[in-house]
């Protein structure tokens, strides 16, 4: 399949990409090339071949090991405080001072 620089300048206008003249005949070529590849691809045997899902083999699907779920302070709130201007607004104490938003 070939692009005439007509369809290349609507892909452009569908993409919202803004196209110069003068870049029309470079685009043309390069959406050229990638169809080109494309039909390289289809023309594989994958018959037989059982597509991927999740990155498993077999159909068989990954999971992510699960951990416990713990309600915890971190344990490090000097180090999250350091992240704090020591201005009074940002830094009440051993917390984060935030302003009120809600009268």
Do not use: H
Not at 18 to 35: P, S
Not at 56 to 71: F, I, N, P, S, Y
């Amino acid at each position: 399949m070939s692009l005439d620089p007509t369809t290349v300048r609507r892909i452009a206008s569908l993409a919202r990409i803004r196209l110069e003249e003068q870049d029309v005949a470079r685009v043309q070529g390069e959406l050229n090339g990638i169809l080109g590849w494309i039909e390289q691809l289809q023309a594989v045997d994958t018959e037989g071949v059982e597509p991927l899902a999740g990155g498993g083999q077999g159909g068989t699907q990954l999971a992510l090991r699960l951990r416990a779920d713990k309600v915890t302070d971190g344990g490090i709130p000097d180090a999250v405080l350091a992240n704090a201007p020591d201005r009074a607004p940002d830094r009440e104490g051993a917390f984060f001072g935030v302003p009120k938003v809600v009268e």
